[in-house]
C-alpha cells in the first residue's frame, strides 16, 4: 500500500498519520507548535507592537498536555518511517529538550542537534535576556538499530565549498519575497527559509523519496521537495492554511533531472578491486607503474598485484613498503605511462571502470 503522495491531508496530524501505510516514508520533517507561553504584550521601543506567536495551535494547558501531546505525534511518526528513513523536528528553548526527551524515551537514535543560528535574528526589545539567534533542530533515525540511512556527505561538503558540513548553520529569517502575505500581514506567524528545508531535505533523501511534514502550514516543506524532485505528504488541520500552501505550490516548478543530481558519496560507489583492472585490459601483467617523481617503480602481475624491491602484494602494501609508510593509498600513489611520457594516477583506471559498471 503507497501513501497518497503529493497532497495536503486535512484534519489533525496524530489522526491523519495513523490512517497512513507504516513504513511508507522516506523522511519527516516537523515543525510541531513551540508552546511560547507568550503572555504580555511585547512592543518595540517606539511602542508598536511586534507579531508574536498567539495562534490557538500554540496552545496547551500545561507541559503535561504538551508532553502528551508530543509522544503521540512522535510515536504515529515513528510507525510511517521507513527502516532507513529519518526524522526532522525543529524546536527553540521553550520545547526543544521535552521534544528531545520524548524522542529518546520512544526510542528514536540521535544522529545530530544542529544549531540554526539566524543571521537577522528579533532584537530582545525588554533588555532582560540575550537576544534569541536561533533555533535547535533534531535529526534522527527511529531506532539505535536502523541501517542504512541516507546521508548525501558529499553533497552536503559541495554545497560547503567543499568543506565538511558542519551542524551549526548560519540561515536568514524568512523575510521579504519569499515571506507570505495576506492582507498586507504576515499569513503564517512562524514560516520557515526554504533555504532551511532545502539542506535537511537534499542531506537526507534522493529524488522520488516521500518526505512528510505533519504540521505543513504555509507549505515551505512540500514547496522545497517538489522543487527538488522529491514527493511530499502535508498533514494541516487550518482550511486558511490549506488554501495559503496550495496556491503556492501550483507555482513551484521542479528542476531538470540533470539539475538534480548530487555529488555522489564515495561510500556508495561499487568497489573497484586492482584486479579488475588488470582483468579488463586497462593494464597488463608486466606493466610499470611509477610514483608521481618516478622514484619508486614496481611491475603489475596477473592477478592484479604488484612486485618490487622483492616484494608482493597489492598496490597498498607495496606502496607503503617502499615509502617505509605504516599504509598508502595504491590508487593515488601509483602512476602509468600514457602517451608522451606523462603521468596518470591509476585511480582514473579505476573511474572508468565505475562508469562501465553504471
Same mark, same amino acid.
Given at each position: 500500500? #503507497? ?19 507504516? /513504513? ?22 517606539? %511602542? ?21 501531546? #508530543? ?59 540575550? $537576544?534569541?539567534?536561533?533555533? $535547535? ?14 546521508? %548525501? ?25 519569499? *515571506?507570505?502575505?495576506? &492582507? ?17 531535505? @537534499? ?26 524532485? *522529491? ?8 482550511? &486558511? ?19 538534480? /543530481? ?8 561499487? *568497489? ?14 608486466? &606493466?610499470?607503474?611509477?610514483?608521481? *617523481? ?8 596477473? &592477478? ?27 590508487? #593515488? ?9 606523462? @603521468? ?15
Amino acid at each position: 500500500m #503507497t501513501p497518497p503522495i503529493d497532497k495536503i491531508l486535512e484534519g489533525d496530524c496524530v489522526e491523519r498519520m495513523k490512517a497512513l501505510p507504516a /513504513e511508507s516514508v522516506d523522511m519527516i520533517f516537523a515543525d510541531p507548535p513551540y508552546f511560547l507561553q507568550l503572555e504580555d504584550e511585547l512592543l518595540r521601543p517606539n %511602542n508598536s507592537r511586534v507579531d508574536g506567536v498567539s495562534d490557538a495551535w500554540d496552545q496547551f494547558e500545561g507541559f503535561a498536555a504538551y508532553d502528551a501531546f #508530543t509522544r503521540e505525534w512522535l510515536g504515529a511518526a515513528q510507525r510511517l518511517l521507513k527502516p532507513t528513513g529519518t526524522l526532522w523536528v525543529i524546536g527553540s528553548y521553550h520545547n526543544i529538550f521535552r521534544v528531545g526527551t520524548a524522542l529518546q524515551d520512544l526510542g528514536f537514535w540521535i544522529l545530530n542537534d544542529v544549531i540554526w543560528r539566524k543571521t537577522n535574528p528579533m532584537p530582545n526589545f525588554r533588555g532582560r535576556r540575550f $537576544t534569541n539567534a536561533h533555533e $535547535t533542530l533534531i535529526w534522527c533515525t527511529k531506532g539505535r538499530d536502523a541501517k542504512g540511512y541516507r546521508f %548525501n556527505y558529499d553533497a552536503m561538503k559541495s554545497l560547503n565549498d567543499d568543506l565538511q558540513m558542519r551542524s551549526d548553520w548560519l540561515i536568514p529569517l524568512c523575510t521579504g519575497t519569499e *515571506r507570505l502575505k495576506k &492582507d498586507g500581514k504576515k499569513a503564517h506567524a512562524t514560516q520557515k527559509p526554504e533555504a532551511l528545508l532545502h539542506r535537511a531535505i @537534499l542531506a537526507a533523501t534522493d529524488t522520488g523519496d516521500v518526505v512528510l511534514d505533519p504540521f505543513f502550514g504555509s507549505g515551505t516543506t512540500g514547496a522545497v521537495a517538489k522543487r527538488l524532485g *522529491r514527493h511530499w505528504i502535508g498533514i494541516e488541520r487550518q482550511e &486558511d492554511y490549506i488554501t495559503l500552501a496550495q496556491e503556492r505550490l501550483r507555482t513551484v516548478q521542479v528542476a531538470s533531472e540533470e539539475a538534480l /543530481e548530487v555529488t555522489p558519496s564515495k561510500r556508495s560507489q561499487p *568497489r573497484i578491486p586492482f584486479g579488475l583492472v588488470v582483468e579488463r585490459g586497462l593494464l597488463s601483467p608486466g &606493466d610499470q607503474l611509477y610514483d608521481a *617523481r618516478r622514484r619508486y617503480a614496481a611491475k603489475v602481475r596477473a &592477478d592484479g598485484s604488484l612486485v618490487a624491491d622483492g616484494v608482493t602484494g597489492s598496490i597498498h602494501k607495496v606502496g607503503a613498503h617502499l615509502q617505509g609508510a605504516p599504509a598508502c593509498n595504491g590508487w #593515488t600513489f601509483w602512476h602509468f605511462d600514457v602517451e608522451g611520457g606523462d @603521468l596518470k594516477p591509476i585511480a582514473l583506471l579505476r573511474e572508468r571502470m565505475r562508469q562501465e559498471i553504471h
